[in-house]
């Protein structure tokens, strides 16, 4: 799997993506590309801000054709705005976002 939590739907990173998946399986071995909600530095002095919304769904769409699986990164940082837990700000939409892309 590859960390990239301050991926950007809708840029080149998508090529990115699937050239490392091509190269893994070319190793003969399992590719699990990452997604994320989202994230954003700026609340712990960074810089960095990559937009909630539909990013979850954007990457894991664009990074699905290569996967044999996909890798979320979360680790429930509000700090980072990479959370997908339950808050009360945003009650389970999240939760439920991600049930609907890998449940059918």
């Not at 799997?1 to 993506?17: D, L, N, V």
């Not at 989202?38 to 996967?67: D, E, H, M, Q, W």
Request: proline share 8%; net charge positive; charged share 15%.
């Amino acid at each position: 799997t590859y960390y990239w939590s301050t991926q950007r739907p809708g840029s080149t990173s998508f090529a990115t993506i699937q050239s490392m998946g091509d190269r893994v399986h070319a190793a003969g071995k399992k590719w699990y590309p990452p997604f994320t909600p989202g994230y954003n530095s700026l609340l712990i002095g960074g810089s960095t801000c990559v937009p909630r919304g539909t990013t979850l769904s954007a990457l894991f769409n664009g990074n699905k054709p290569t996967a044999d699986g996909m890798a979320l990164i979360s680790w429930n940082e509000i700090a980072e705005n990479t959370h997908v837990q339950p808050l009360q700000k945003w009650g389970t939409r999240w939760t439920d976002a991600l049930r609907g892309m890998l449940v059918p």
